[in-house]
């Protein structure tokens, strides 16, 4: 499924489960890893060192699993799934790194609903998505799933 745009972003009544969407892509490109190094303090050489990463373990700089967490959450609130009905990040659950990001690599979301659950008091429902994060080689990077607070129509 393509991405939705930004008017279509659902309320928690109309989200199903077995429901997928694909988002864009986007880049990592090294001005990425430099400002996260400077928003998180991490200068871990990994990261920000060509010369150490050279011998590494990759041969390579790698971009900072945190980062390329952060670049999935804003891809798929760019794709309209979510969007503007959103009210609160509140889960990340079995959350697993499996391969390394390098730069230039482009990563996009797959994002199924795996679950939601009405909170009528919080005039809200949760919506629970199976998330995977793939490179432009259709390599699986990460994947686990995420739990958001999504507004109900009835707010």
Not at 68 to 76: E, K, N, P, Q, R
Request: aromatic share 8%; charged share 20%; glycine share 10%.
């Amino acid at each position: 499924m393509s991405p939705l745009p930004p008017s279509q972003s659902m309320y928690s009544e109309e989200f199903q489960a077995g429901q997928r969407v694909v988002t864009a892509g986007r880049t990592v490109a090294e001005s990425d890893v430099l400002a996260f190094a400077g928003l998180s303090g991490d200068f871990n050489p990994i990261h920000t060192d060509a010369e150490f990463s050279k011998v590494g373990p990759y041969g390579q700089r790698i971009a900072h699993g945190l980062l390329c967490l952060s670049i999935a959450v804003g891809l798929t609130m760019r794709s309209g799934f979510l969007g503007g009905t959103v009210l609160a990040f509140r889960e990340i659950e079995a959350w697993k790194f499996v391969k390394p990001v390098f730069l230039g690599d482009t990563l996009h979301a797959e994002l199924e609903v795996a679950g939601t659950k009405a909170l009528p008091r919080l005039k809200a429902g949760t919506v629970v998505l199976a998330v995977t994060v793939k490179n432009q080689h259709d390599e699986t990077t990460m994947k686990g799933s995420w739990t958001a607070l999504v507004a109900s129509k009835a707010m």
